[in-house]
């Protein structure tokens, strides 16, 4: 059973759109995060959240995570091509535990 | 600024032959992770270091697998005899301290090893 569970698994729009993608568990975490991995590369992190109900943007990316800190979201706005990718959700559940766990992420594809 | 070096970027082997990997992290950083990534999956840890230390190796499979990290710095992630089961992309991440005991801390990944056992 996955810990983290990403929803959905592959989602493929038009340039232009907007789109949400989500991060989900049954477990409380001390800290969430996201990151885009491309074809060929390692994952680059794009934010932390560690309140709940914590709201960060970044350029056209909204998160969002929940107020139980179970849940977080990623909400891209205009969506373009070079947002393809695939996005990850990693979750710590103890702050000093030094150990993180990884969703199985979902696979943008934004077509031009 | 260089960041986390991995070597080679694809390996192919036979199975039951040895294979290693490389991973030289960004200077100064004092934490190592190795993960590995299955097609279609999130990244799974394998071993933690904090500097020379292995810290977390609860999910490596230690009959086969064996890593270093010699003086703290480069690290090497060893695999004998592979299996077919094994073919999957090593990532290498190194941070400053560990991300998840710092909120905000930035994780940094290489590019992977891309490791195809026939």
């Known amino acids: 059973t996955q810990l983290l569970e990403q929803s959905p698994q592959f989602l493929s729009i038009q340039e232009g759109e907007n789109l949400t993608v989500y991060c989900n568990s049954s477990?409380?975490?001390?800290?969430l995060q996201w990151y885009r991995q491309e074809p060929g590369e390692g994952p680059v992190l794009l934010v932390t959240?560690?309140?709940?109900?914590e709201v960060k943007k970044l350029k056209r990316l909204t998160f969002q995570f929940g107020d139980a800190r179970k849940d977080s979201s990623l909400h891209i706005t205009a969506a373009q091509p070079g947002d393809t990718g695939l996005y990850l959700c990693?979750?710590?559940?103890?702050?000093?535990?030094?150990?993180?766990?990884f969703g199985d992420g979902t696979t943008l594809t934004v077509k031009p | 600024e260089a960041g986390v070096v991995q070597s080679p970027r694809y390996k192919i082997i036979e199975k039951k032959q040895p294979v290693a990997f490389w991973c030289n992290p960004i200077?100064?950083?004092?934490?190592l992770y190795w993960y590995r990534q299955n097609l279609g999956q999130g990244p799974e840890l394998l071993i933690r270091?904090?500097?020379?230390?292995?810290?977390?190796d609860s999910q490596l499979p230690k009959d086969r697998f064996s890593a270093e990290r010699l003086k703290g710095v480069d690290s090497t992630l060893k695999i004998q005899p592979a299996e077919l089961g094994d073919s999957a992309v090593y990532l290498c991440?190194?941070?400053?301290?560990?991300?998840?005991?710092?909120?905000?801390?930035?994780?940094?990944f290489g590019q992977g090893t891309r490791l195809t056992v026939v």
């Open positions: 991440a190194s941070s400053l301290v560990s991300p998840w005991g710092a909120a905000g801390t930035e994780a940094f």
């Open positions: 477990s409380v975490f001390s800290s």
């Open positions: 959240v560690v309140t709940g109900g």
């Open positions: 990693a979750g710590s559940l103890n702050t000093n535990a030094g150990k993180s766990t």
């Open positions: 200077s100064g950083h004092n934490t």
């Open positions: 270091y904090e500097n020379e230390e292995a810290v977390d």
